[in-house]
């Protein structure tokens, strides 16, 4: 099983960008997926999960600006981040749980210049 994001890059404050994290090798759906992020200096911090039904729950600095959604149909997770700040600068994870079994994509840098 593999998880790859895609969609970091460098962006302006107040910016908007999408990630996605698509899923290969699997014959399954993955239980909770979720984004974490790591920035420099600092612990892995989770941003949000989102469950088998699409329920999603969020960390609370990033409520009322990040969306996460999924589509189970192809193993795909998303995370729609807007009015970035530059404090969002981080290392962006994907990950993806089944039972007792999780997985951790590589990850994606996100930028955010002042």
């Known amino acids: 099983v593999q998880l790859v994001e895609s969609g970091g890059g460098l962006v302006q404050a107040g910016g908007s960008l999408t990630l996605s994290c698509a899923a290969s090798?699997?014959?399954?759906?993955?239980?909770?997926m979720a984004w974490y992020r790591q920035a420099p200096g600092k612990q892995r911090e989770l941003v949000a999960t989102v469950d088998s039904d699409g329920i999603p729950t969020y960390a609370d600095s990033m409520k009322g600006r990040f969306a996460v959604s999924r589509d189970n149909a192809t193993n795909t997770v998303y995370l729609l981040m807007n009015s970035l700040k530059p404090e969002d600068t981080a290392v962006y994870y994907c990950y993806g749980s089944y039972y007792d079994v999780n997985w951790w994509g590589k990850g994606t840098l996100v930028t955010v210049s002042s």
């Open positions: 090798g699997t014959t399954f759906i993955f239980g909770a």
